[in-house]
């Protein structure tokens, strides 16, 4: 299946580590990246290729990936971070881009 | 730092069409592909496709294929979105974003302020 598919929503309580993960066939062939979305705000890009990150994203946020499913990990949870998540791959032959459905991540 | 400024909000009635328009500053443009995502109220991303970055060269989604058309001006470093035909369920935020690559991979490391189109009779 071309389909990316992740939980709707995720809690953690404050300073904890959270994970979120996007299951696809697609992953197996195409390491994920991860977009944070803040109500009324563009997403913005927090871990890209195996495991890197855009300057400006803190050190807790974290990607590792087995077999068909991408992780996000989060170490040491901030309010800040309540957001949407999404994970997204490429196709590896058409290059065509597909989307997560989305994480909602509640910080308690 | 690379910014894309998009044009301002639109509302169109059902069967009409909307440009879209994405202007870049900051880097060289004819370096780096656009993509436009857009965003339904309350829903998830959705990829509609890409343009290259000099040549032209589109590929869309499969779904949006017969009504979208995506072009670029390399003279002004601006990136152009049709969609035709317009429906109620294309009322959405519709971004350009800067397809950005490296040895790491790909990602999209900008992204324009949003368009609200709003289709309503």
């Known amino acids: 299946s071309s389909e990316l598919t992740q939980d709707p929503a995720v809690s953690v309580a404050l300073g904890q580590t959270v994970r979120i993960t996007c299951q696809g066939d697609?992953?197996?062939?195409?390491?994920a990246s991860w977009y944070r979305q803040k109500p009324g705000q563009a997403p913005v890009a927090v871990i890209y290729?195996?495991?890197y990150r855009p300057s400006g994203i803190p050190d807790r946020f974290s990607g590792s990936t087995s077999g068909d499913t991408a992780s996000l990990t989060i170490t040491g949870t901030q309010a800040e971070d309540e957001a949407d998540y999404y994970c997204?791959?490429?196709?590896?032959?058409?290059?065509?881009?597909?989307f997560g459905g989305g994480t909602k991540l509640t910080v308690l | 730092q690379a910014q894309l400024v998009q044009s301002g909000a639109e509302v169109k009635k059902p069967g009409a069409s909307v440009k879209v328009s994405c202007q870049a500053s900051?880097?060289?443009?004819?370096?780096?592909?656009i993509d436009w995502v857009r965003q339904a109220p309350g829903q998830g991303l959705e990829w509609m496709g890409r343009v290259h970055r000099f040549n032209g060269v589109t590929t869309y989604t499969h779904d949006l294929q017969d009504r979208v058309t995506m072009t670029t001006d390399p003279s002004t470093s601006t990136a152009y979105m049709e969609l035709r035909s317009l429906r109620s369920d294309d009322t959405a935020v519709y971004y350009c974003?800067?397809?950005?690559?490296?040895?790491?991979?790909?990602?999209?490391?900008?992204w324009g302020q949003g368009t609200l189109v709003t289709v309503s009779s």
């Open positions: 697609s992953l197996r062939d195409y390491n």
């Open positions: 974003v800067r397809d950005y690559y490296d040895k790491r991979g790909y990602y999209y490391d900008s």
């Open positions: 997204y791959s490429r196709d590896s032959t058409t290059n065509h881009v597909r």
């Open positions: 900051g880097y060289t443009f004819t370096n780096f592909d």
């Open positions: 290729g195996r495991n």
